[in-house]
């Protein structure tokens, strides 16, 4: 018997793509291994974005985010997903000089981290590398609208599409990246009429994050959903308030340590000595 035949299914590029106007993919961000657990019953595609950079790492921006930090996080979250298909963000300056250079970070986030997938922010100009990566074997996924890691160049991550030539470039960098073979695209924070134009033009299906539902899937970085911050964007709606919950916790145990009630008899170890039955 193969050491896999009775893993789950993982879920295909081609599977996802195919859901296009169907039954709306579920995605979610996950950096760990425990968190991808949990999210791995429940998601299709679990995404090791780089907003890890400023939800884990406290940076700015995306744009500091590297290669090896990717790869760590990407083998983490291998280690606790086994049914959904994990994609991994190529970071900035890993992709945009070339193909040829693209490729060169695709495989290696594909080799060194077991993932199926990658994803990178694609204006117009990354058609080319899209096709280029697509015909050597690597599925992609597109991600257009408000794109972080251009946030110097774009003046801010605020919603796009608020004139003419916004929602033109966001609809030509879609097209761009459906026709160069991307099996999915990110759209982030786009007003719905403008996302429900993308994901009409294109054949692949479209994941929102904070562009309606009006895509064909939808996106959060799980730590805003699950309330571990103060602040969220408008687009997040909050399942859970880990903060106060991690508040009340640890709270809860400096009492009992200064108190002495932690660690009681329950959490302390009793041996018998070596030979004493
Ligand atoms: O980096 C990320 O987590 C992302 C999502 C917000 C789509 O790109």
């Not at 693209?102 to 495989?107: G, L």
């Amino acid at each position: 018997m193969s050491r896999h035949e009775n893993a789950p299914k993982r879920v295909t590029a081609p599977e996802l793509r195919a859901r296009k106007g169907g039954e709306p993919i579920v995605c979610l961000t996950a950096y760990d291994t425990p968190t991808a657990r949990i999210l791995d019953a429940h998601c299709d595609l679990i995404l090791v974005g780089d907003s890890l950079g400023m939800v884990l790492h406290g940076l700015d921006s995306t744009v500091g985010v590297t290669l090896e930090m990717m790869i760590l996080h990407g083998r983490a979250v291998m280690r606790g997903a086994s049914r959904a298909l994990v994609a991994v963000d190529l970071p900035f300056g890993s992709y945009e000089a070339s193909p040829e250079q693209a490729f060169e970070s695709a495989s290696r986030v594909m080799k060194e981290t077991g993932c199926q997938a990658v994803k990178l922010e694609s204006g117009s100009y990354a058609a080319e590398t899209i096709a280029f990566l697509v015909a050597r074997g690597v599925p992609v996924i597109g991600h257009v609208g408000v794109r972080p890691q251009a946030v110097h160049a774009l003046g801010g991550t605020k919603a796009r599409g608020r004139n003419t030539a916004e929602r033109e470039a966001v609809l030509a960098d879609a097209r761009a990246a459906d026709e160069a073979g991307a099996f999915a695209i990110v759209i982030e924070a786009v007003a719905e009429d403008l996302a429900r134009e993308v994901t009409a033009a294109v054949s692949c299906p479209t994941i929102g994050i904070g562009a309606s539902a009006a895509c064909d899937g939808q996106v959060l970085v799980t730590h805003d959903m699950l309330g571990l911050f103060d602040w969220t964007p408008r687009f997040v709606r909050r399942y859970a308030d880990l903060s106060t919950a991690i508040d009340e916790a640890v709270k809860a145990y400096s009492e009992d340590v200064r108190a002495r009630r932690f660690p009681g008899e329950a959490e302390t170890y009793r041996l018998k000595p070596d030979g004493a039955g």
